[in-house]
């Protein structure tokens, strides 16, 4: 068998076992639409529609709402650990959340989504808190994640420097979602069933609709 042959066979070997392992690794991680067939309750169904057809201002208030519950109380930090984060955004974080979520214009499944993975992240790393010196780009950065895994066509990182007001590089969101996924653990799939438990925690007030 000539030199040729060996290395064109070598190299189909290789290109099936990055198939197998890309298949492994990915297995996981389709949308929930994907997994095994599963019917929520109707009460899981009538809230997430009533998430769906809510006013935007009382929608980014649930989301500010849930990010509230699992905030750390404000964190007094040192000059160095000041400087190592950098600063955040000069506003509210209910209207970054409302930025996001208008400039966007995702489903608000897509959002949603974003807690339960905040929520995993916290629990997943016990020394990390979510405070106000970091809840702006830990958010923007699991709304990025969310929006990559749930869409066919979703935005690039390029876009979310636009969507953020270029308060934050390209390439900071480059690195701070690769930092996010490993910290995940790269399992950023939540099953259907996960999801509506989700939903069914939230407190919903009587709203209009929009």
Request: charged share 30%.
């Amino acid at each position: 068998m000539g030199v040729s042959v060996i290395k064109k066979y070598l190299l189909k070997l290789f290109i099936l076992f990055l198939l197998v392992s890309a298949e492994t690794i990915f297995a996981g991680l389709k949308p929930f639409e994907e997994i095994e067939a599963y019917s929520p309750t109707v009460a899981a169904t009538t809230r997430l529609n009533t998430l769906r057809e809510m006013t935007s201002k009382d929608f980014v208030r649930i989301i500010r709402q849930e990010l509230n519950k699992i905030m750390s109380p404000k964190v007094q930090l040192t000059e160095e650990e000041q400087r190592s984060l950098g600063d955040e955004p000069p506003v509210r974080l209910e209207e970054w959340i409302r930025i996001i979520n208008t400039r966007t214009e995702m489903p608000r499944e897509d959002m949603l989504y974003t807690i339960i993975i905040l929520k995993r992240l916290l629990h997943r790393n016990k020394k990390l808190r979510l405070t106000r010196n970091n809840a702006y780009r830990l958010f923007l950065i699991a709304t990025i994640l969310s929006n990559k895994m749930l869409e066919d066509v979703n935005h690039e990182n390029i876009d979310w420097e636009e969507i953020s007001c270029r308060w934050y590089s390209n390439k900071q969101l480059n690195l701070w979602e690769i930092e996010m996924f490993g910290a995940l653990g790269c399992k950023v799939h939540i099953d259907e069933r996960k999801f509506y438990k989700f939903i069914m925690t939230i407190d919903l007030p009587p709203l209009k609709k929009r």
